[in-house]
């Protein structure tokens, strides 16, 4: 079904073309509106093209872009601008999941997780939203994590950042509430795909088609958070009252 909450004149940007659900989502985006996949280097994703023009986008771009060069955000962002016009939907799904065990010796790692999936999310975001608040419209879709809701000792790296991520995004709604910005917060569980290759699912799983389906539903309607699947949301409200020595000991 073709999303109705934004502008077909405005592009759609999925920062992370190479994520899975980053491109399932522009799927769902797609129908009548250009789209521009960004990536380290640029290069190496035409089946991800393929198939978003397959699924309706008028024109499907393809831009390099360093989430972790801090210093290049403004400039690439100015740059889709005169290229592509306004953006009219901003999807941030770049992250990585690091190795929990090497983080805990390694400092260089774990703050390598940390930058990812925290310190560069907060930079493109702050920027992101200033240029939508002066536009006075836009929507900005965060991928949070449900590994944020309540840190847990095997994934604390990871899950910190995500919580993190989660407390900005947060904030920064709020902040944008009455502007004609709208930002959306995703969170899944375990999402079974590449990024969790060889790891045993969760329960309460899904899969990258399952959470970009969610997302683009919840976007449409205008909500500010979705949890996917929804049974998680009652789930971790009651995970959280349990008692720490008990927490500590569940799986990731």
């Not at 797609?30 to 024109?59: K, N």
């Given at each position: 079904?073709k999303?109705?909450g934004?502008?077909?004149?405005e592009v759609?940007v999925?920062f992370?073309?190479r994520?899975?659900?980053?491109?399932?989502l522009?799927?769902?985006?797609?129908?009548?509106?250009?789209?521009?996949?960004?990536?380290?280097g640029g290069?190496?994703l035409d089946q991800?093209?393929?198939?978003?023009?397959?699924a309706?986008?008028?024109?499907?771009?393809v831009?390099?872009?360093?989430?972790d060069?801090?210093?290049?955000?403004?400039s690439v962002?100015?740059e889709?601008?005169?290229e592509?016009?306004?953006?009219?939907?901003?999807?941030?799904?770049?992250g990585?999941?690091?190795?929990?065990?090497?983080?805990?010796?390694?400092?260089?790692?774990?703050?390598?997780i940390?930058?990812t999936?925290?310190?560069?999310?907060?930079?493109?975001?702050?920027?992101?939203?200033?240029?939508m608040?002066?536009?006075?419209?836009?929507?900005?879709v965060?991928?949070?994590s449900?590994?944020g809701?309540r840190?847990?000792?095997?994934n604390?790296v990871?899950?910190?950042?995500?919580?993190?991520?989660?407390?900005?995004?947060?904030?920064?709604?709020?902040?944008?509430?009455?502007t004609?910005?709208?930002?959306?917060i995703?969170?899944?569980?375990?999402?079974i795909?590449?990024?969790?290759?060889?790891?045993d699912?969760a329960?309460?799983?899904?899969?990258?088609?399952?959470?970009?389906?969610?997302?683009?539903?919840?976007?449409?309607a205008?909500?500010?958070?979705v949890?996917?699947?929804?049974?998680?949301?009652p789930?971790?409200f009651?995970?959280?009252?349990a008692p720490?020595?008990i927490?500590?000991r569940?799986?990731?």
């Amino acid at each position: 079904m073709k999303d109705t909450g934004a502008s077909d004149e405005e592009v759609v940007v999925i920062f992370g073309g190479r994520s899975e659900i980053g491109v399932e989502l522009a799927t769902h985006l797609a129908p009548g509106r250009p789209v521009v996949l960004t990536m380290r280097g640029g290069d190496g994703l035409d089946q991800q093209v393929s198939a978003i023009r397959a699924a309706g986008a008028t024109a499907v771009h393809v831009k390099a872009f360093d989430a972790d060069d801090l210093a290049s955000h403004a400039s690439v962002l100015a740059e889709l601008t005169t290229e592509h016009g306004p953006i009219g939907t901003a999807v941030l799904a770049f992250g990585i999941l690091g190795d929990q065990a090497r983080a805990e010796t390694d400092a260089d790692h774990a703050v390598a997780i940390v930058h990812t999936d925290f310190v560069a999310q907060v930079s493109l975001l702050t920027q992101l939203a200033s240029i939508m608040r002066a536009a006075g419209r836009g929507r900005i879709v965060v991928f949070s994590s449900v590994a944020g809701a309540r840190v847990r000792r095997a994934n604390y790296v990871y899950g910190s950042a995500k919580a993190g991520l989660d407390g900005f995004a947060s904030g920064l709604a709020d902040a944008l509430r009455g502007t004609g910005v709208h930002l959306l917060i995703v969170r899944p569980g375990f999402v079974i795909g590449r990024m969790t290759e060889g790891m045993d699912p969760a329960p309460l799983s899904s899969t990258p088609q399952q959470v970009a389906a969610a997302t683009a539903k919840a976007l449409s309607a205008g909500r500010d958070r979705v949890w996917v699947p929804g049974l998680l949301r009652p789930v971790i409200f009651g995970m959280r009252l349990a008692p720490q020595f008990i927490w500590r000991r569940l799986p990731r």
